[in-house]
């Protein structure tokens, strides 16, 4: 009998009452505190009763109990002793474990009374470009018997070759200066920092596009680096209106976030709408632009992107000129424009640097594959269950003859080679270099021969499910395009459930749905609902010469592009600074 006891009990399953095994242990507050934090009364309770033992976890500190390794009731200022502030940074980087801060003594001057210290990042910093500031410093300076409280300004004024210097004397902009690759100096008797910028980590360089790829037209694409994004941008925009303002997002990651736009252009609540919306950010980190959209943008629950994600700086410039928002997050090559309107999401730059009869027809043939891309298999399923008649008497014998040898219902089989294509373009995307591509094609093939081989699907579905993926593939906006993705199973379900009156009810509601939408105040479906009085860049292309306004929704301070004759070599054009 005992045997079958310890056997039941080895093969049964017992919770671990132990929740914190060997990872947590408790602390000097757990155990004052004791199992439910209610002092002794709550031990006495807890000690009658047989049950096991109940431990706590370690109580996180909350955010503002955060300091900056400063004892409490003492100030965070930089002290006037070198010691002391050489202690406040070692507790503050947990230093000497931590193996890539780098704090350097050094004598100003040759002048050994004068103890300086540098601390700096390394892997941040641009050794050629430290090594020239401490040449600086240590040969060449000649510091004058000054006051010693006065040295952190004199160095700046006088001994710096650097370009951006500053004093600074809090910790937590310390902690700001050496965390972005800056250089922080620190003088014996005097109570101020010099932060000198010094960055120079490696990054990647300015490359061509990936993802929005056109064949006439800048082939530069963004970087990881927000200066390099920024100067991009000031690159095609040559003006002293536009404005760079620069925020911190992220209680931990410390992420830089910039935002510029035309000061005589832009309109000011826009502006302020976005700047508001990015001080309002509570988070840790800050990774990458597509968090920071879906932290700002309008209507989060909505599956139509709101916010336009680009890498291409020529078109974001575009966007500026025409008085909207860019915000820029380091580290990130997508660079944000608001606000944003679904035609804007099917418009490329090309359409603009070809001539406005091929930017019509790229544009309508776009049009026609934004249609496709959703409507295509609920079409389908609609006419070949319920709507047999809208079709020629041939084409329906020719499928009905097909799908013959088909042992599954439509559906079913419109499920299952939609699944497959999204099953091969994920592979394709996930399988690294060309060999992705190449994996691609050769699935789709093999799997459409073999599926219809099989009389597992018809060869009619094989086609539309083809046709489908091209139009899909057609949209320039990833974003958009993936929203499309999911829509197209609602309109399957509809479709071989209610045939066109499904088709007609979610078309209804799709429309609705986006039209309620807004950007920062501007309506998704603009400039056709509402109808403003910009027409020339919605589906067609107007010739360069007629597109003489700003889109009058976005309400820009100046809505004239140029004026009616824009074309001054023309007869009677008159004076092209008109």
């Known amino acids: 009998m005992n045997t079958l006891k310890t056997f039941l009990e080895m093969i049964s399953y017992r919770e671990n009452l132990d929740r914190e095994g060997f990872i947590l242990r408790e602390n000097k507050d757990d155990k004052i505190a004791g199992p439910d934090s209610g002092g002794k009364d709550a031990d006495k309770e807890t000690s009658d009763k047989p049950q096991a033992k109940k431990r706590n976890f370690i109580k996180p500190r909350r955010p503002a109990e955060i300091n900056y390794g400063i004892p409490p009731g003492k100030t965070d200022s930089a002290s006037s002793a070198l ?67 006065k040295l952190a300004a004199l160095v700046m004024k006088a001994l710096l070759p650097g370009n951006q210097v500053k004093m600074i004397s809090s910790f937590k902009d310390i902690l700001a200066a050496v965390n972005i690759g800056d250089t922080v100096l620190f ?119 709101t916010i336009l994600a680009t890498e291409r700086p020529d078109r974001v410039a575009s966007k500026i000129l025409e008085g909207r928002v860019a915000i820029i997050v380091d580290g990130s090559p997508f660079v944000l424009t608001a606000p944003a309107t679904m035609y804007e999401q099917l418009h490329t730059g090309e359409e603009l640097y070809n001539r406005w009869q091929y930017g019509t027809f790229i544009r309508w043939l776009r049009a026609a594959a934004f249609l496709l891309s959703f409507l295509l298999p ?13 079709l020629p008497t041939e084409l329906i014998l020719a499928i009905a003859g097909n799908r013959e040898k088909v042992p599954f219902p439509s559906i079913v089989e419109v499920l299952l080679m939609e699944l497959s294509f999204e099953l091969i373009r994920e592979a394709g995307l996930r399988i690294p270099g060309v060999m992705g591509s190449t994996i691609g094609i050769v699935g789709a093939l093999i799997l459409g021969q073999a599926a219809v081989q099989a009389n597992i699907v018809s060869p009619i579905l094989v086609i539309l499910v083809a046709v489908t993926g091209l139009a899909s593939f057609a949209i320039p906006y990833y974003s958009l395009a993936f929203s499309l993705r999911i829509y197209r199973f609602i309109y399957i379900a509809l479709g071989s459930m209610l045939g066109f009156f499904g088709i007609s009810m979610g078309l209804f509601a799709h429309v609705a749905l986006a039209a309620n939408l807004k950007s920062f105040g501007v309506p998704y479906l603009a400039p056709t609902g509402p109808k403003t009085s910009d027409w020339t860049d919605v589906v067609s292309v107007a010739p360069v010469f007629f597109q003489e306004k700003r889109p009058d929704y976005i309400n820009p301070l100046d809505l004239t592009r140029q004026p009616k004759v824009s074309r001054g070599w023309i007869k009677g054009g008159g004076n092209q600074d008109d």
């Not at 000649?142 to 006051?147: G, K, N, Q, R």
């Not at 609920?378 to 809208?390: C, F, N, P, T």
Request: net charge negative; with cysteine; proline share 5%.
């Open 83 to 149: 010691e002391q502030n050489r202690e406040a940074i070692n507790k503050l980087y947990g230093l000497p474990d931590n193996k890539d801060i780098i704090t350097r003594d050094f004598f100003l001057g040759m002048n050994t009374t004068y103890k300086s210290m540098a601390v700096f990042i390394d892997g941040l910093t641009d050794k050629s470009v430290l090594n020239m500031l401490f040449e600086a410093l240590m040969l060449f300076a000649e510091p004058p018997d000054a006051d010693r409280g």
């Open 187 to 305: 003088f014996d008797g005097c109570a101020e920092a010099v932060a000198v910028e010094t960055k120079g980590w490696e990054h990647r360089g300015v490359e061509m596009p990936v993802t929005e790829q056109i064949i006439r037209g800048p082939q530069e694409a963004f970087t990881e680096t927000l200066r390099a994004n920024t100067g991009l941008l000031r690159k095609i925009i040559k003006n002293e209106n536009l404005t760079t303002e620069f925020f911190v997002v992220g209680r931990r990651s410390q992420t830089p976030v910039a935002v510029m736009y035309l000061r005589d252009l832009a309109n000011p609540a826009l502006v302020d709408e976005v700047k508001r919306r990015i001080k309002s950010i509570k988070t840790d980190a800050m990774l990458d632009s597509g968090v920071l959209e879906q932290l700002i943008e309008d209507h989060p629950y909505n599956l139509h992107p």
């Open 378 to 390: 609920g079409l389908y399923l609609a006419i070949v269950l319920y709507h047999q008649e809208m």
